[in-house]
């Protein structure tokens, strides 16, 4: 019997637990409308409810907006034209559209400060198109890209003469001015501009000695093959009066010059 009490029991309160679980579905039409408002359905002022009712007698009126009298006239929904939510989006899109303009303006001083760089800085001079295609080959007496021999080509007697005179260490110590100058050119931090012109003026200097040295190889040939006409004609005829005393090498020069006419 007392088996059969625990059992009605224990029957009864499982009942009763399932029952308590079911939930009744909240349809109040004041909470329904205003979860529309605040959503996003439009902010109807006749949906304030409950109403004044006829001739504003209705007290759950007064008990509910008495204490709210301005809130049916302003548009509280977070999604409204001038809601929070609408303008935290505009903030955003904002911030967004700051953040790209700083990324475009900092791109900017990223790629003109790197362009800067490349255009002072003295360790890409190699890879300039215009030392490339032009002033590379110009310099390359300087710079070893091509023959630097200063005595090619000419005979062992010019050679001598040149190197007892001192001709070559002039030319060589010019040479050596003009190369570090170039070197120095090339390497120093300096506007592209500024570096294109240094290159032009050490141009300029540098045909103006090769001039020089191509004048004075064949000025040192000529002398040396008048001397050797003139000891040639003073040993086959050393009466003659080119070779009378008192009489300057150039004399004698243009002598044998006038003779051999």
Do not use: C
């Not at 009864?12 to 205003?34: E, P, Y």
């Not at 000695?209 to 002398?223: G, Q, T, V």
């Amino acid at each position: 019997m007392k088996k059969i009490n625990i059992i009605w029991l224990l029957l009864f309160l499982f009942s009763t637990g399932t029952m308590a679980q079911n939930v009744k579905r909240q349809t109040d039409k004041h909470i329904v409308n205003q979860q529309e408002r605040m959503v996003h359905k439009q902010w109807d002022r006749k949906k304030f409810t409950p109403t004044s009712g006829f001739l504003g007698l209705n007290y759950q009126y007064w008990l509910t907006w008495a204490w709210h009298p301005n809130y049916n006239k302003t548009d509280r929904r977070p999604l409204s034209g001038t809601g929070p939510q609408t303008l935290r989006m505009g903030m955003v899109l904002a911030m967004q559209q700051t953040d790209e303009a700083y990324k475009k303006h900092t791109d900017t001083i990223r790629n003109v400060a790197v362009t800067e760089a490349l255009n002072y800085s003295g360790l890409v001079t190699d890879a300039d198109p215009l030392w490339l295609l032009y002033y590379r080959r110009e310099f390359g007496n300087l710079t070893g890209d091509t023959d630097t021999d200063p005595l090619a080509g000419l005979s062992p007697d010019v050679g001598d003469y040149l190197r007892n005179k001192g001709l070559l260490e002039w030319y060589n110590e010019e040479r050596a001015e003009l190369k570090e100058r170039l070197e120095a050119a090339r390497t120093t931090t300096l506007d592209r501009g500024s570096r294109i012109m240094a290159y032009h003026r050490l141009l300029g200097e540098h045909r103006k000695l090769l001039s020089a040295w191509e004048a004075k190889k064949n000025y040192a040939a000529k002398f040396l093959l008048l001397s050797k006409s003139r000891d040639r004609l003073q040993s086959e005829n050393p009466d003659l009066p080119e070779f009378s005393g008192g009489r300057s090498d150039v004399q004698i020069a243009e002598d044998i010059l006038k003779r051999n006419q």
